[in-house]
């Protein structure tokens, strides 16, 4: 059983973690300082941001915290956070893409893309990009993307990237999580073809009592408890990326996740991936569309 008693220590590690004021991403930040880094918590609102701080300091860990504005909606804000992030950081030793929204009502980015495929995959597609040369300057750097076992059921419909077709919050949260792992997939087949020495891992955390449920109504959520059971706290669904932001079993392009009833509960293991997730063509279709729309080319 992998805890976050396992981690190494991360004195002198420098990681961003997306989304980290609250639920996942907040654990996942008080993990990594805990065990010694340096943590930047890339938030959209700067307040919370700085309100988490003050409640991982409680922790009283070895590490540090620094909280920084990113709104993943938007490229502007996300040009402006790794140029920011860059000038002041030598190295970047993990990025935790983690962020994500869950059935929000209709809503497209500033580029027009329906809200959930453009903050949980385009907007983590341009962070990553713009990231990049840091992560390659950095020795084993790695990224982390967190993805969710909503992939199983989900496709990619290039004709409805915009929703200008239709609209179905789950279907499109669905099609996210499935964009986060083709995106992790072929990024570490990119990155191998080029030679560097980055490794690009997925997760995903089971099922846990967050605000990723904020947008379910009363009915969508006693259904959802239906499914899936007693929910996990947060801490135990951040151990997945911990394990794979610094455990030194990994391997660029796996993807991990918990190991107890079909990953819903557990502690971090290896998981298969489904064989939809595997299609190297879809995955070249969508990262070509990923440059088109962002403007940003990596890893080459
Ligand atoms: N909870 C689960 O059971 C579960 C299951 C499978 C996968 N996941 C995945 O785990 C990740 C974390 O989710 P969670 O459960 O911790 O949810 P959460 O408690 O709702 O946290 C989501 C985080 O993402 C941030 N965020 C949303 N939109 C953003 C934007 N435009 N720019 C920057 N940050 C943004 C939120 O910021 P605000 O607080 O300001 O809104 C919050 O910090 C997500 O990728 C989710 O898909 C969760």
């Not at 992030?85 to 030598?90: E, G, K, L, V, W």
């Not at 239906?226 to 135990?236: C, H, I, K, V």
Request: glycine residues 10%.
């Amino acid at each position: 059983m992998w805890t976050k008693d396992n981690l190494p220590d991360l004195t002198g590690k420098t990681v961003i973690v997306t989304g980290a004021n609250t639920g996942i991403g907040f654990e996942t930040a008080a993990g990594l300082y805990e065990a010694g880094a340096q943590v930047i918590l890339a938030c959209r609102d700067l307040n919370k941001a700085t309100e988490a701080i003050a409640s991982i300091q409680q922790r009283k860990g070895p590490g540090s915290l620094a909280g920084a504005q990113l709104d993943l909606t938007c490229l502007v804000s996300i040009e402006r956070f790794a140029t920011e992030f860059t000038q002041q950081y030598q190295f970047l030793h993990v990025l935790i893409n983690n962020a994500g929204v869950m059935i929000p009502p209709a809503s497209q980015t500033a580029a027009g893309f329906e809200l959930q495929f453009g903050v949980n995959h385009i907007g983590h597609f341009a962070l990553t990009g713009r990231l990049y040369p840091l992560l390659k300057a950095t020795p084993g750097a790695r990224i982390v993307t967190v993805s969710s076992l909503a992939y199983l059921r989900g496709s990619i419909d290039f004709d409805n990237l915009y929703s200008k077709n239709s609209y179905d919050p789950m279907r499109e949260y669905c099609q996210s999580k499935l964009a986060n792992v083709f995106f992790a997939l072929e990024l570490q087949r990119r990155i191998s073809a080029s030679g560097d020495g980055v490794l690009s891992l997925v997760v995903q955390p089971g099922a846990n009592n967050t605000e990723l449920a904020r947008n379910m109504n009363a009915a969508e959520y006693a259904a959802a408890l239906e499914r899936f059971g007693t929910l996990m706290e947060p801490w135990q669904g951040a151990l997945p990326s911990l394990y794979a932001a610094a455990s030194p079993a990994v391997k660029g392009g796996e993807f991990y996740g918990p190991d107890q009833d079909g990953g819903v509960r557990g502690y971090p293991a290896r998981a298969i991936i489904a064989p939809h997730a595997l299609d190297e063509a879809i995955a070249k279709r969508l990262w070509q569309l990923s440059e088109e729309a962002t403007g940003v080319r990596f890893p080459g």
